[in-house]
């Protein structure tokens, strides 16, 4: 009877039953939130200080390798973006979490966020080293913001093309190689190349995928992994 009335409770409550599932990502969210509020109602010059201390740049990664690397997940330079956020961050990564578990999202998006950070700023030192930017240039570089949210989201939205089945997967694949990989290609930046080393690295983690459902029920009573 208590497991009836239960389960009948998380059916009239699904916001709650998918919040409860998807815990990482709701306080990921929730850090973002707090932190973009420091940024909106920061004077310029602490913005400036908050952003650039944060961030995973060659200046910080030299200085202070783990804690750049951990802060530069939990900030993003536009509050305004933070709506758009919000809605990536339940689309992609409340899904991936909710399919996969805490514990297997978690590894997917801490190696993507790392692997692809650290691949993009060693990209930036060797422009530098080898004279590939404007010396004018290779001071701002090795200090420019570089805050990792999208990594992360890449990194998610590479491991879920596991999660759909064909022809929809195809479709997936194509769409998201066509929306990482073309700015890339096309001239991008630094931060172009972190999220397709990010992709890539959702790809690579498909092993994480194993044992799990392609499609996992997402009714409000489905169990679904709370950990990995």
């Known amino acids: 009877m ?9 059916r009239s409550r699904p916001v709650r039953s998918w919040v409860r599932s998807t815990p990482g990502t709701h306080i990921w ?3 973002i939130a707090i932190t973009s509020l ?3 109602f920061s004077t310029q010059g602490l913005e400036r200080f908050l952003l650039h201390r944060n961030s995973s740049n060659i200046h910080e990664l030299t200085r202070h390798p783990v804690q750049s690397l951990f802060t530069s997940a939990f900030w993003i330079e536009n509050p305004s973006s933070l709506l758009l956020y919000l809605v990536m961050f339940e689309v992609v990564h409340g899904t991936v979490e909710r399919w996969l578990g805490t514990l297997r999202w978690l590894c997917t998006v801490t190696v993507g966020h790392v692997v692809a ?3 993009s700023q060693e990209y930036v030192l060797w422009s530098i080293q080898n ?5 004018r240039l290779a001071h701002a570089m090795s200090h420019v913001v570089d805050i990792g949210v999208s990594y992360g989201l890449a990194a998610s939205a ?4 596991y999660r759909l089945p064909y022809p929809w997967r195809l479709l ?3 769409g998201v190689l066509a929306f990482f990989g073309i700015p890339l290609a096309t001239g991008g930046t630094f931060t172009d190349l972190g999220h397709v080393t990010a992709l890539a690295i959702g790809f690579a983690c498909w092993p994480l995928t194993r044992g799990v459902p392609p499609r996992k029920s997402m009714a409000p009573n489905d169990p679904a992994g709370h950990s990995g």
């Open 131 to 135: 004279q590939h930017l404007p010396k």
């Open 2 to 10: 208590a497991t009836l009335l239960h389960r009948g409770t998380e």
């Open 158 to 161: 590479g491991i879920l093309v």
């Open 117 to 119: 950070t650290l691949i």
């Open 38 to 40: 420091v940024i909106q």
């Open 29 to 31: 969210l929730l850090i």
């Open 172 to 174: 997936y694949l194509v």
